[in-house]
Structures are given as structure tokens and as C-alpha cells.
């Protein structure tokens, strides 16, 4: 391992020394400047994408040196690389090592919602709402805030659940960038198609922003698809008598 190694770093070395002049002698190295120095031999390869190569210097450089500044980055290069490994249970494993045992690094956002992503993709739903609880508050970001109510969103639809999925949504629509809102908003009005009576009448009843003009909308033509046109015309006027300019 150790052998392989200083290949990796010697052959990096030669690639960014090539061009340059050559020192006379070689300086006397730190632990930090040991740790530095491989970290990057890591990062050009990952950049060249050399995949293997970068993740044994990675996965070294993170055993050896568990406590420097870069070690959450290791990680979620590690995690990239697994990705494209196609190798979930590894990648998985790294985030939430990430997520344990460096709680205070910046990529902590990042990783939950890989984390998120992850346990969507395998169905395990009822994992993605038991983790999404415990993370809410460290979202780190509206994005990132915005990014968990959608999946949540997402979640309570795989479970056939459209009024909760309606919350999330909604949520996110909230807190989410003006580039989302279109992407969630097709989500939302996907999904108010899908609501029952029953469940848009409940919904009506909550105190929150829940978009009324289009639960009444929706409530009308629910009356009208059930043939109830006495009530579907009773609430078409509502409607228009509520939101006379709307489109």
C-alpha cells in the first residue's frame, strides 16, 4: 500500500513538475506538509479522473491523517467515486460517517440529502422520513431546506399519502430558489389532481399557505366529475366571485 502510494505521488509530482524548473534539493517535510502534499496527489487524480487510483490515495490519506483540515472532502470524494462505482452501500456509509464524525463540516448539508437520496432510491421510505426528522434544523440552508421538503414530498406520494405530500411541497415552494419553483410547482399541481373531496376539504381547513384558489378549483371539478353539478356550479362561482382575475 505504502508502495503504491509513492507511485501515485511520484508520478503526480512529475505531471505538475514537468514543465518547471527543478529544485536542488528537496525540502524537509512536516506531518502537515505530508498530509498536504497527498491530499492533492488525491485531487489531481480525481480531477484527471482517475477514479481507483484517487480513491486509494483518498481512502490513505483519510486513515492517516483522520484529523486534518480536508478530511470531510476526502470523504465526499469518496462518496463520488462510489457513486460512480455504482456502489451504494459504500457510498452510503460514507455520508453518514461524514454526517457522525465531522457534524461541524460544511459539506454536512450535502451529505444528508445524498443520505436522503440514497434511501428514496431503495425505497426504504419510512427511512427518509425517520432521517429527514433529525436533520430539518441543520438544513445549513433554505436550498438545502427546500431540497428535504421535496423529497419528503416525493416520499408521502411513493406512500400514496397526497396530503402530506401536499404539506412538503408547499413547504418547499416557500423556502426554495425562484429556478425551482417551476420544477415543484408542476409536482404540487400534479398532485392536487390526485386528491379526493375528502382530502382537499381537509386540506381547506388547515392554517397555512396551501394555495386555496386551486383547492377550490380542484373541489369544483371533483363535484363535477362525481356529477354533482349543483355543487360543482355553487362552488365555480365561488370561485370566480373569490378570485375574479385569476387566470
Given at each position: 500500500m505504502k508502495l503504491q502510494l509513492k507511485f501515485l505521488m511520484l508520478a503526480a509530482a512529475l505531471v505538475i513538475c514537468s514543465c518547471g524548473p527543478k529544485p536542488s534539493q528537496l525540502p524537509a517535510t512536516s506531518e502537515p506538509d505530508e498530509a498536504a502534499a497527498l491530499f492533492q496527489t488525491a485531487?489531481?487524480?480525481?480531477?484527471?479522473?482517475?477514479?481507483?487510483n484517487a480513491l486509494i490515495a483518498y481512502q490513505a490519506y483519510k486513515s492517516r491523517f483522520p484529523?486534518?483540515?480536508s478530511t470531510d472532502l476526502a470523504l465526499m470524494r469518496l462518496a463520488e467515486i462510489y457513486g460512480l462505482q455504482r456502489n451504494d452501500a459504500a457510498r452510503l456509509e460514507t455520508y453518514q460517517r461524514l454526517v457522525t464524525e465531522y457534524p461541524d463540516s460544511r459539506f454536512v448539508a450535502d451529505a444528508v440529502l445524498e443520505i436522503l437520496g440514497i434511501y428514496y432510491?431503495?425505497?426504504?421510505?419510512?427511512?427518509?422520513?425517520?432521517?429527514?426528522s433529525q436533520v430539518i434544523e441543520i438544513a445549513g440552508s433554505q436550498t438545502h431546506l427546500?431540497?428535504?421538503?421535496?423529497?419528503l414530498g416525493d416520499t408521502y406520494i411513493a406512500l400514496d399519502l397526497p396530503?402530506?405530500?401536499?404539506?412538503?411541497?408547499?413547504n418547499a415552494l416557500q423556502v426554495s430558489a425562484h429556478t425551482e419553483e417551476q420544477h415543484i410547482r408542476a409536482k404540487l399541481e400534479r398532485t392536487l389532481e390526485q386528491l379526493g373531496q375528502e382530502d382537499i376539504l381537509t386540506l381547506l381547513t388547515m392554517p397555512n399557505e396551501i394555495p386555496r384558489d386551486r383547492l377550490l378549483y380542484q373541489l369544483a371539478l371533483s363535484a363535477y366529475n362525481l356529477e354533482n353539478f349543483e355543487e360543482a356550479a355553487k362552488l365555480l362561482i365561488e370561485f370566480i366571485q373569490t378570485y375574479p382575475n385569476h387566470e
Amino acid at each position: 500500500m505504502k508502495l503504491q502510494l509513492k507511485f501515485l505521488m511520484l508520478a503526480a509530482a512529475l505531471v505538475i513538475c514537468s514543465c518547471g524548473p527543478k529544485p536542488s534539493q528537496l525540502p524537509a517535510t512536516s506531518e502537515p506538509d505530508e498530509a498536504a502534499a497527498l491530499f492533492q496527489t488525491a485531487e489531481d487524480l480525481f480531477q484527471a479522473k482517475s477514479y481507483e487510483n484517487a480513491l486509494i490515495a483518498y481512502q490513505a490519506y483519510k486513515s492517516r491523517f483522520p484529523k486534518s483540515s480536508s478530511t470531510d472532502l476526502a470523504l465526499m470524494r469518496l462518496a463520488e467515486i462510489y457513486g460512480l462505482q455504482r456502489n451504494d452501500a459504500a457510498r452510503l456509509e460514507t455520508y453518514q460517517r461524514l454526517v457522525t464524525e465531522y457534524p461541524d463540516s460544511r459539506f454536512v448539508a450535502d451529505a444528508v440529502l445524498e443520505i436522503l437520496g440514497i434511501y428514496y432510491k431503495e425505497g426504504e421510505f419510512k427511512e427518509v422520513i425517520r432521517k429527514a426528522s433529525q436533520v430539518i434544523e441543520i438544513a445549513g440552508s433554505q436550498t438545502h431546506l427546500g431540497q428535504i421538503y421535496t423529497i419528503l414530498g416525493d416520499t408521502y406520494i411513493a406512500l400514496d399519502l397526497p396530503v402530506d405530500a401536499i404539506l412538503f411541497y408547499n413547504n418547499a415552494l416557500q423556502v426554495s430558489a425562484h429556478t425551482e419553483e417551476q420544477h415543484i410547482r408542476a409536482k404540487l399541481e400534479r398532485t392536487l389532481e390526485q386528491l379526493g373531496q375528502e382530502d382537499i376539504l381537509t386540506l381547506l381547513t388547515m392554517p397555512n399557505e396551501i394555495p386555496r384558489d386551486r383547492l377550490l378549483y380542484q373541489l369544483a371539478l371533483s363535484a363535477y366529475n362525481l356529477e354533482n353539478f349543483e355543487e360543482a356550479a355553487k362552488l365555480l362561482i365561488e370561485f370566480i366571485q373569490t378570485y375574479p382575475n385569476h387566470e
